[in-house]
Every structure is written in structure tokens, then in C-alpha cells.
Nanobody, 121 residues
């Protein structure tokens, strides 16, 4: 079983950038497809981005396409989410997710504890 720990959240003004990182332990990262989700106050958790085990074929929610980039380093057991041109509506708790098969909008098998991202206007 994999354990996931997110870092890199914080406060930023609109138009700014943040880079989230997710460190995996317990099992080697290349065993899992990886992704990011987010949950804003009063809203359901939503899919943000995902990447397959090899690190190819990333895919994104329409709301972040062109602004966010997901990447992974299997040697370092980390997954990152580079977030550029942030908007106030990106404010949420961001969760790292892993799955033995595929991370999709429907969810994933394993979750981190989350990291808060706040974007002010």
C-alpha cells in the first residue's frame, strides 16, 4: 500500500504560480497511476489532472487545461502539479491520488491528506 504526502500549498495572488509536490512511500511510485483532485468549501471533490505509470499521456480538467501541468519522477517517487496563472476559483484543498490501474474523474484508490491552496483576487 502506498502512502501519499502533499506539500507546496499556500497563499498566492491571482495570476501567480504554485508548485505542489506529492511524495510517495510504502511502494515504488511506478506501480501507480497518479493524479490530483481538489475540493473547495461547500463543493464536491473534483478531478484536476492525472498521469499514467510511465509519465506519458497527462490529461486535465477543462478548467485547468493550459494553466496546470502534472509530472512525475519515478526515481524520486514524487508527483508534481505546476499551477500557473492561478485564479481565485482555484482556491481549494488539493489532494494527491494514486491507483493501481488508472486515476480518473471517478476517483482513485489511495489519497493523501491534502494541502490548502488559496488564491486572492
Amino acid at each position: 500500500q502506498v502512502q501519499l504526502v502533499e506539500s507546496g500549498g499556500g497563499w498566492v495572488q491571482a495570476g501567480g504560480s504554485l508548485r505542489l509536490s506529492c511524495a510517495a512511500s510504502g511502494r515504488t511510485l511506478f506501480t501507480y497511476a497518479m493524479g490530483w483532485f481538489r475540493q473547495a468549501p461547500g463543493k464536491e471533490r473534483e478531478f484536476v489532472a492525472a498521469i499514467n505509470k510511465r509519465g506519458s499521456s497527462p490529461y486535465y480538467a477543462d478548467s485547468v487545461k493550459g494553466r496546470f501541468t502534472i509530472s512525475r519522477d519515478n526515481a524520486e517517487n514524487t508527483v508534481a502539479l505546476q499551477m500557473n496563472n492561478l485564479k481565485p476559483e482555484d482556491t481549494a484543498v488539493y489532494y494527491c491520488a494514486a491507483d493501481l490501474l488508472r486515476v480518473a474523474a471517478s476517483g482513485a484508490g489511495y489519497w493523501g491528506q491534502g494541502t490548502q491552496v488559496t488564491v486572492s483576487s
